[in-house]
């Protein structure tokens, strides 16, 4: 089994490659890496009922491939080893989605999912509208990537957003509960001190 060194390694390899414009290197990381970017598009389409279909989620993957590849490749090449490859190229997608869903909300085409799967307990009830609730989670997970680093908004991301547990999101990063939660237990102090979304952020 290769180590996380060996793995990271490589990973700077290929990525240097993409930024020199190697086209066998841009095949290579779209193979690899396909799947985890549509999961990422798919997260966030059934978390907020999006629903986008199979054109548009290919929209997105491009989108999304082109966020990661352009200007040679300045999005993975200032990824710089600060966390897993995955973990940054799942934000980077994420974020993309994001936009997207924002851009929707705007013309008035998104909807608030029926269901509480991996609702949000940072965000309180006040009676707002659906649209004005979605805006508010929207605004919140944009807030998240600003002031927090790459792990500590997926951890956020996936203990409030999506309902992992602590024990999930550790297997994922490769840290120990302990560990994890002392990283979101400063997330949410950073968080706390975040002027625009401070009164809307309940960690109590």
Same mark, same amino acid.
Request: aromatic residues 8%.
């Given at each position: 089994?290769?180590?996380?060194?060996?793995?990271?390694?490589?990973?700077?390899?290929?990525?240097?490659?993409?930024?020199?414009?190697?086209?066998?290197?841009?095949?290579?990381?779209?193979?690899?890496?396909?799947?985890?970017?549509?999961?990422?598009?798919?997260?966030?389409?059934?978390?907020?009922?999006?629903?986008?279909?199979?054109?548009?989620?290919?929209?997105?993957? *491009?989108?999304?491939?082109?966020?990661?590849?352009?200007?040679?490749? %300045? %999005?993975?090449?200032?990824?710089?080893?600060?966390?897993?490859?995955?973990?940054?190229?799942?934000?980077?997608?994420?974020?993309?989605?994001?936009?997207?869903?924002?851009?929707? %909300?705007?013309?008035?085409?998104?909807?608030?999912?029926?269901?509480?799967?991996?609702?949000?307990?940072?965000?309180?009830?006040?009676?707002?509208?659906?649209?004005?609730?979605?805006?508010?989670?929207?605004?919140?997970?944009? *807030?998240?990537?600003?002031?927090?680093?790459?792990?500590?908004?997926?951890?956020?991301?996936?203990?409030?957003?999506?309902?992992?547990?602590?024990?999930?999101?550790?297997?994922?990063?490769?840290?120990?509960?302990?560990?994890?939660?002392?990283?979101?237990?400063?997330?949410?102090?950073?968080?706390?001190?975040?002027?625009?979304?401070?009164?809307?952020?309940?960690?109590?």
């Amino acid at each position: 089994m290769r180590s996380t060194k060996d793995r990271d390694n490589e990973s700077v390899k290929l990525i240097a490659r993409l930024a020199a414009g190697d086209a066998q290197a841009w095949r290579e990381f779209v193979e690899r890496y396909r799947r985890l970017l549509y999961s990422a598009i798919n997260r966030v389409n059934g978390r907020y009922g999006a629903g986008w279909d199979e054109a548009v989620m290919e929209d997105l993957f *491009a989108d999304v491939l082109f966020k990661l590849l352009r200007r040679d490749a %300045a %999005a993975l090449t200032s990824w710089q080893g600060r966390c897993r490859l995955e973990t940054w190229i799942y934000r980077i997608a994420r974020n993309v989605c994001i936009d997207e869903l924002r851009k929707a %909300a705007r013309r008035g085409e998104v909807q608030e999912a029926d269901d509480d799967r991996g609702a949000p307990t940072a965000v309180r009830d006040d009676g707002s509208s659906a649209r004005d609730r979605m805006d508010l989670r929207l605004s919140l997970e944009q *807030a998240i990537d600003q002031v927090l680093t790459a792990r500590e908004a997926l951890a956020v991301h996936l203990i409030y957003f999506e309902g992992y547990t602590y024990r999930d999101v550790g297997e994922r990063l490769g840290m120990t509960v302990g560990a994890v939660s002392g990283m979101v237990y400063r997330a949410l102090g950073k968080m706390r001190e975040y002027g625009g979304v401070r009164e809307h952020w309940n960690t109590e």
